[in-house]
T-cell receptor, first 111, second 112 residues
Framework: QQKVQQSPESLIVPEGGMASLNCTFS?????YFWWYRQHSGEGPKALM?????GDKKEGRFTAHLNKASLYVSLHIKDSQPSDSALYFC???????????FGKGTSLVVHP | ETAVFQTPNYHVTQVGNEVSFNCKQT?????MYWYKQDSKKLLKIMFS???????VNETVPRRFSPQSSDKAHLNLRIKSVEPEDSAVYLC???????????FGPGTRLLVL
């Protein structure tokens, strides 16, 4: 069964700083990966997806995927207080299309 | 912009009662999901439907049953709720099983 682990559990960065979130997965058949963000009292919202090895940049957000190392990460440049939220990594295996979410990283960006 | 709607927002009930939660998506997606988010914010998939057909059915107690009338609606019924059912229930939809999911705001259930 797929296991998705995220680190750190919580992270505090100053406004304008860089936040780095990590995620490892156990199923080598995993093909599709997402980062979701959840603000308090809301449902999760997709930030970005990454399906190929390497980096993918969207604005201040950069995702990195290394399938051989079973690793995906998210880097947030120039962090803003509005980035304070719970961040989930999700992985989907090609066979069953069942998403597995990590336990989340709580990010606090202080002004 | 909300495109996945859930009702009610919040529900308080007593042990042994039956509850039903509704979910509707206006995105035209083929796949819908129910997740349970516990007090530690852990997200666990419960059910997944594709075009009204059940495709994922995780190990959840039998008192939980999904109901789909059409591909835009996926409801969740819990017969005889237990205290451990207290959680936020999140509905989501996606075009297909390997696509980005769009979540609703959730229904918070409190079982006394």
């Amino acid at each position: 069964q797929q296991k998705v682990q995220q680190s750190p559990e919580s992270l505090i960065v100053p406004e304008g700083g860089m936040a780095s979130l990590n995620c490892t997965f156990s199923d080598r058949n995993s093909q599709y990966f997402w980062w979701y963000r959840q603000h308090s009292g809301e449902g999760p919202k997709a930030l970005m997806s990454i399906f190929s090895n390497g980096d993918k940049k969207e604005g201040r957000f950069t995702a990195h995927l290394n399938k051989a190392s079973l690793y995906v990460s998210l880097h947030i440049k120039d962090s803003q207080p509005s980035d304070s939220a719970l961040y989930f990594c999700a992985a989907v295996s090609g066979g069953n299309y069942k998403p597995t979410f990590g336990k989340g990283t709580s990010l606090v960006v202080h002004p | 912009e909300t495109a996945v709607f859930q009702t009610p927002n919040y529900h308080v009930t007593q042990v042994g009662n039956e509850v039903s939660f509704n979910c509707k998506q206006t995105l035209g997606h083929d796949t819908m999901y129910w997740y349970k988010q516990d007090s530690k914010k852990l997200l666990k998939i419960m059910f997944s439907y594709n075009n009204k057909q059940l495709i994922v059915n995780e190990t959840v107690p039998r008192r939980f049953s999904p109901q789909s009338s059409d591909k835009a609606h996926l409801n969740l019924r819990i017969k005889s709720v237990e205290p451990e059912d207290s959680a936020v229930y999140l509905c989501a939809s996606s075009p297909g099983g390997r696509d980005t999911q769009y979540f609703g705001p959730g229904t918070r259930l409190l079982v006394l």
